[in-house]
């Protein structure tokens, strides 16, 4: 007797397709319409699913666009696509998961991470999906702790293992906190463009980057007169 060939991997197959529609839908439509013109029909209509697929999967608009930002992500290399650049060039078949760029000079590195994210602040097409993303995140718990989880921790660590890398050569002083310090980097820039309290340029994210490294560095001491 042959046994009828599963159906459960074509099953599975178009789930997945489905299911990464749905997300490219929901990033896609963030940025073309605004979050609040966002809707679960229109994400539908556009991924080609009915809305009960959609709500089988995610209690909200929000929770889609989160998961998408996953999939982007998780496809691209740690933190792309959600304002968290890692300095990587992928057109010369670089790494975005590696870590930062080290060459030896902390500031230039930093100056270069900082001003790949700058960019993708100030492309619409990633800027308008992550504000969005960033207004659910700040009203809702359990999105917030999934968020930090998921794509937060992943590139703070990238960070931190850039910073501990200058720690060790004498570039930054022994016992500075890394956490405090990745907040004092990148926390304005993000501040800024949050809050749209000032033009956000290239000038300013070296400044930045040169205002907190003069204070993280080691303190020389004075030569007694």
């Given amino acids: 007797m042959t046994t009828p060939p599963s159906k459960a991997p074509n099953a599975a197959r178009r789930s997945e397709a489905s299911r990464r529609a749905i997300l490219t839908a929901a990033f896609d439509l963030a940025g073309e319409l605004g979050y609040g013109k966002l ?126 890398a200058a720690q060790r050569a004498g570039q930054l002083a022994p016992d500075v906190d890394l956490d405090l310090a990745i907040d004092a980097i990148w926390g304005p820039l993000l501040n800024r463009w949050l809050l749209r309290t000032g033009p956000l340029t290239p000038e300013y994210t070296d400044a930045l980057v040169d205002n907190a490294l003069h204070g993280l560095r080691p303190t020389v001491p004075q030569a007694a007169e």
């Fill in 39 to 164: 809707n679960i029909e229109a994400i539908a209509t556009r991924a080609g699913v009915g809305k009960q697929t959609i709500y089988r999967w995610w209690p909200s608009k929000g929770a889609v666009l989160f998961d998408a930002f996953r999939m982007l992500s998780e496809s691209h290399g740690t933190g792309h696509g959600a304002g968290h650049g890692t300095g990587h060039d992928e057109s010369r078949g670089e790494d975005p998961a590696a870590g930062l760029p080290d060459t030896g000079d902390l500031a230039a590195d930093l100056k270069v991470v900082l001003r790949e994210t700058l960019a993708e602040f100030r492309d619409p097409r990633i800027a308008e999906p992550m504000r969005a993303l960033t207004i659910e995140v700040a009203g809702d718990p359990e999105l917030a702790a999934q968020y930090a989880e998921h794509l937060d921790e992943p590139v703070r660590a990238l960070k931190r293992r850039r910073l501990e």
